[in-house]
C-alpha cells in the first residue's frame, strides 16, 4: 500500500514537472512575451501609474500559469525603412523629389516599450514599418518646404537634423525610436537642379578666365617690379662689395700689420723662452748629478753594511760558533771523564769490601813499582829529561792543530792570500811552543837545539 503512494506522489510530481515545462515560454534578446491575463501596474512617460492587464518579459522565458494566461511575442528588431517623397514644393516652389533611408525600432525603456506594445502588438513589424514611414515622409515634406534646394543639395546633414528632431516627439508617443536618417537623393522634373550646375559651371569658367587673366597681368607687373628690384639689388650688391672690399683691404693691412709685430714679438718670446728652458735644464743636470752622487753614496753605504753583515755571518758568527763548540766540547768531555770517574770510584767501593786482600796485594806492587819510577827519574840526568821533552813536541803540535782538522768548511773574506794566512798564523801559535815549555818546565828548547847542531857540527868536523 506504501508503494503505491510512492508512486501517486511520483506521478503527480512529474505530471506537474510536464505541465511547467509545457507552460514555461521563451523568447530570445529580439523579441518580447506578452503575458495577458493578470493585472499589473506600469509607469508612463510623464510619470503616471495605471493598472494594465498584461505584463512583460524582454529575452529570456517566464512561466505562464495554464487557461489564465496567454502569450503574445512582439519584435523589438531594427526595422529599414526606404522614404520617397515625390513632387514635393521647396521655399522657393521649385518641386523635386527627394529619396531617403531610416531605421527604427521599438523602444525597450519599459515605459515606452509599453506604449510599442499597446500599439503594434496586433499589427507586427509590417505595420511597424509602415506607420513609421507614414509619419517620417510627412516629417520630410515640411522640412523640404521650409529649405531651398540649394541648402537641401548642399547641406544634407543639416536637413537629416532637422527631420529627426521634427519626429522624435511623434516616435515617442507611439513608442518607436528612430535610431539612423540620411538623405539619399533629390530630383526635380524642370531641370532646376542641372540649370544650377550649369550657372555654376559657367560661373566657375568665368572666373576660370578673369583669374588667368588677373594672373597675367600680376604676373607682367610682378616681373617688371622683380626685374627693377633685380636691377636695385644687383647695384646695391656691387657698392657693398666694393665697399666690402675696401674694408677687406683696410682690414688685411691692419692684421698684417698685428701678424709682423705678433711675429716679432713670438721670435723675441721664443728667444727668451729657449734660454730660460736652457738654463732650466743645465739646472736640472746639476741637480740629477748631485743626486745620483748622493744615491751613490748612499748605495756604497749600503754595500759597506752589507759586506759587513755578510762577514759578520760569514766569518764571525760562525767562528764564534766553532768557539762555543769547542768550549761546550771540552766541557762535555770533562763532565763524562768526571762522571766515569765517579762511576770507577763507585765501582771500586762497592768491590772494596770483597777485593780487600787483593788491593792490598796491588796496592803493595804499585808501591813498589812506583818506588823503582822514582829511583829511575832520580838517576835521570838533564840530558835525559830534555830529550823527553823534545819527544814530546810532536804531541803538542798535533795538539795545536787537532781543531782545525774538525772544521769541515773554512771562507776567506778579503784578501786572496787568506790559506797562505792561515798556515802562517798556524805556524806562528807552534813557534810559541818553546816558550810556552821554558815557563812550564825552566827548559829552554831553542838552547837545547842550537846546542845538539853546534855537537853534530863539532863532531862532522872531527870526522873530517
Not at 755578510?310 to 770533562?334: F, G, H, I, Y
Not at 762497592?350 to 819510577?373: P, Y
Request: glycine share 6%; aromatic share 6%.
Amino acid at each position: 500500500m506504501s508503494y503505491i503512494i510512492y508512486i501517486v506522489v511520483a506521478l503527480i510530481i512529474v505530471l506537474c514537472f510536464l505541465i511547467w515545462a509545457m507552460n514555461f515560454k521563451k523568447v530570445g534578446p529580439s523579441s518580447v512575451l506578452v503575458i495577458s491575463g493578470r493585472k499589473s501596474v506600469v509607469t508612463d512617460p510623464d510619470g503616471k501609474r495605471r493598472t494594465v492587464g498584461y505584463r512583460l518579459q524582454v529575452g529570456g522565458g517566464t512561466f505562464v500559469m495554464p487557461l489564465v494566461e496567454q502569450v503574445d511575442v512582439f519584435p523589438i528588431e531594427v526595422l529599414p525603412l526606404s522614404l520617397k517623397c515625390p513632387e514635393v514644393l521647396t521655399s522657393q516652389g521649385v518641386l523635386i523629389s527627394a529619396e531617403a533611408q531610416a531605421q527604427v525600432k521599438p523602444s525597450t525603456a519599459e515605459p515606452f516599450l509599453h506604449i510599442a506594445v499597446e500599439n503594434f502588438l496586433s499589427k507586427g513589424s509590417s505595420g511597424m514599418s509602415f506607420v513609421a514611414q507614414e509619419v517620417l515622409e510627412g516629417h520630410m515634406r515640411g522640412i523640404l518646404g521650409t529649405m531651398t534646394v540649394e541648402e537641401i543639395y548642399s547641406n544634407r546633414e543639416e536637413f537629416a537634423e532637422k527631420v529627426i528632431e521634427s519626429a522624435r516627439n511623434d516616435f515617442s508617443k507611439m513608442g518607436l525610436e528612430l535610431i539612423s536618417f540620411s538623405l539619399k537623393d533629390i530630383t526635380d522634373s524642370q531641370g532646376y537642379i542641372k540649370s544650377l550646375g550649369a550657372r555654376r559651371i559657367a560661373e566657375i569658367k568665368r572666373d576660370a578666365v578673369i583669374a588667368q587673366a588677373e594672373t597675367e597681368r600680376d604676373s607682367q607687373i610682378q616681373s617688371s617690379e622683380y626685374r627693377k628690384q633685380g636691377d636695385i639689388a644687383r647695384l646695391k650688391a656691387e657698392e657693398e662689395l666694393a665697399e666690402a672690399t675696401k674694408q677687406f683691404e683696410i682690414k688685411r693691412a691692419e692684421f698684417q700689420k698685428d701678424v709682423n709685430l705678433k711675429r716679432a714679438e713670438a721670435d723675441v718670446s721664443y728667444d727668451l723662452e729657449r734660454t730660460r728652458i736652457s738654463e732650466e735644464l743645465k739646472r736640472k743636470e746639476y741637480e740629477l748629478k748631485l743626486l745620483e752622487k748622493e744615491l751613490q753614496s748612499k748605495i756604497e753605504e749600503k754595500e759597506v753594511l752589507r759586506r759587513q753583515l755578510e762577514l759578520r755571518s760569514n766569518v764571525t758568527l760562525p767562528a764564534e760558533a766553532m768557539k762555543e763548540q769547542s768550549r761546550l766540547e771540552a766541557e762535555a768531555d770533562a763532565y763524562k771523564k768526571e762522571l766515569e770517574a765517579k762511576g770507577r770510584a763507585a765501582g771500586i767501593r762497592l768491590e772494596g769490601n770483597a777485593k780487600a786482600e787483593a788491593m792490598t796485594i796491588i796496592g803493595s806492587a804499585e808501591a813498589k813499582s812506583m818506588l823503582e819510577k822514582a829511583k829511575a827519574y832520580k838517576e835521570y840526568t838533564d840530558k835525559a829529561l830534555q830529550e823527553k821533552v823534545i819527544d814530546k813536541l810532536p804531541e803538542l803540535a798535533k795538539a795545536v792543530s787537532e781543531p782545525l782538522s774538525k772544521v769541515e768548511k773554512i771562507i776567506m773574506v778579503g784578501e786572496n792570500q787568506g790559506a797562505s794566512k792561515l798556515t802562517s798564523q798556524v805556524a806562528s801559535v807552534l813557534a810559541q811552543l818553546p816558550d810556552v815549555v821554558e815557563n812550564l818546565t825552566g827548559i829552554d828548547i831553542k838552547k837545547i837545539v842550537k846546542d845538539k847542531l853546534v855537537e853534530k857540527k863539532e863532531e862532522k868536523g872531527k870526522e873530517e
